[in-house]
């Protein structure tokens, strides 16, 4: 690393005692697989060029006050499961004004009702608790994309995501959707993609308003829940994907809720072509990881991803 300091822009660093102490002025991404080196020594070296950075694989980093460094130019943030919450505000603190995409799953902590992100557009979360709903709730005016891993049980609350063009409901379960789910009004709503072990009520009950502009829909559910997601005629559906057990029956029923143009794909090299051109057309929304959870769901014979 010595030898390419000064212009290496990428570095992905697993269990090393050490980080490499060189600075790093044009590090655009970084990756860490364990934090066995002090926190504040890795990001000094490369806080003023740091655009990405991902410490989802870190298990346990414990909490630390950090040093005075901001991060100006950090655009992507992903704390997976385990950051601590005094560590994971400090961050947020520090490029709480360019931050577009955060991924994270522990909102049990009410500093979070005081996180201002204004220039967040794709969120990536678990929010089934009160602080993660009301997060979700003050930042919903301005995000393009969700991604929720389980339902969010706040009571009745309807929450009005104006700009959500893309929302991918993963990890769904039928003891999640209970009569108190919120329920989301997505009123431009084009790419949907559901995964998991089941829907209780209808998609319909849950998210509403998409029906006028929605465009491709992915559904891996067991092929009992499937059905449950189209109870509403969707005139402006350009393609379907189904599991590959889905019954002509359900298919039948389906297919009368589309227009004429509409593909139902059920076999995997199609469903796998129609993500590729679905990921290439709405690039800022699809990763390959989220080809790969639903080719997964659909065709790996599991129930829940």
């Known amino acids: 690393i010595g030898q390419c300091h000064n212009s290496l822009t990428f570095l992905s660093i697993g269990n090393v005692s050490h980080f490499p102490a060189h ?12 934090w066995m080196f002090d926190i504040n020594s890795a990001l ?5 060029s740091l655009v990405k950075l991902d410490i989802r694989e870190v298990r346990g980093y414990p909490a630390t006050e950090l040093s005075a460094y901001q991060l100006p130019k950090l655009t992507y943030l992903d704390l997976g499961m385990d950051c601590d919450p005094l560590v994971r505000n400090q961050l947020l603190a520090k490029c709480n004004k360019t931050l577009n ?4 799953y522990n909102t049990n902590d009410e500093q979070l ?3 201002e992100l204004p220039q967040l557009r794709h969120l990536v979360g678990n929010f089934n608790t009160f602080v ?7 930042h919903a005016g301005q995000l393009v994309s969700l991604e929720i891993c389980d339902w969010i049980q706040t009571g009745k609350t309807l929450i009005d995501f104006p700009q959500l063009n893309f929302f991918w409901y993963n990890g769904c379960h039928p003891g999640g959707n209970t009569k108190q789910d919120a329920k989301f009004k997505t009123p431009v709503l084009k790419d949907l993609l559901i995964t998991g072990s089941g829907l209780k009520t209808s998609l319909t009950n849950l998210v509403q308003g998409y029906e006028a502009t929605l465009e491709f829909i992915a559904v891996a559910l067991p092929s009992r829940f499937v059905e449950s997601c189209f109870s509403q005629d969707l005139p402006k559906v350009e393609y379907v994907l189904l599991p590959k057990d889905t019954s002509p029956a359900v298919i039948k029923k389906i297919r009368a809720k589309l227009p004429d143009t509409a593909e139902i794909l ?5 469903v796998q072509q129609a993500l590729r051109d679905r990921a290439k057309r709405q690039s800022l929304y699809y990763t390959q990881e989220i080809a790969d959870c639903l ?3 659909m065709y790996g014979g599991n129930d829940t991803f």
């Not at 790093?24 to 990756?31: G, Q, T």
């Not at 000094?44 to 003023?48: A, R, T």
């Not at 993660?132 to 003050?138: I, S, V």
């Not at 059920?266 to 199609?270: F, H, M, V, Y």
């Open 295 to 297: 080719i997964y769901c």
């Open 113 to 115: 009702l005081f996180t």
């Open 132 to 138: 993660g709903c009301q997060f979700l709730k003050k």
């Open 23 to 34: 600075p790093l002025p044009n590090l655009r991404e970084l990756k860490v697989i364990s």
């Open 266 to 270: 059920t076999a995997k090299s199609a």
């Open 101 to 104: 995409k955060l991924i994270f």
């Open 44 to 48: 000094e070296q490369c806080c003023n």
